[in-house]
């Protein structure tokens, strides 16, 4: 058997591509630890996380096998396990069809309010939107494909390692900005929906 414990994630990724299940093993012992971890601060239970760990994995090496995953698969592994989890809880919140003339169903506890998380999803995506498509690429292989500015900048072709860096931040402060006004736009419409309910 190979030593895996020192190839890269983007070699064991092609590796996994080409049907190396050697290299399935070795992105599964370099990435577990982290991804139940994580996959436990959603679900706050060591089970269920364990649930939506193995089948974030399976899905992963599945989109691998197809050719569909990117070079560092951790972000992509955690996104996965997110995606899950908020699948499960509205499965969960779906199930929870609640008869109030039932006792049984007033001792069971409310299910919760995923309301806000909601409408901040919808806000942070309207803040995306708003971004340059360079800024988006920018944020994407950083925050979520877990690229450095300087690896972003040798891949684009940009002039330095520093060109990046500058890039990765006016991107992030962009995000910032688009995020405030829409979060302040969102705010002006409610109070101009509740004034138009009080008046």
Known sequence: MTDDTDAPDPDLVR???RGDRTAVEALYRRHWGAVLGYATTLTRDRAGAEDIASEGFLR???????GSTPEKPRGYLFQTVRNLHIGQARRATRRADVDPTDDAQSRTPAAPDHSAAIIERGALAEAVAALTPGQRAMLWRTAVEGYSAAEVAARDGLATANAGAQLAVRARRALGRAYAKVAADGQARSRGASLVVVG
């Open 60 to 66: 992963v090496w599945e989109a691998m096998r197809s």
């Open 15 to 17: 590796r996994v591509q």
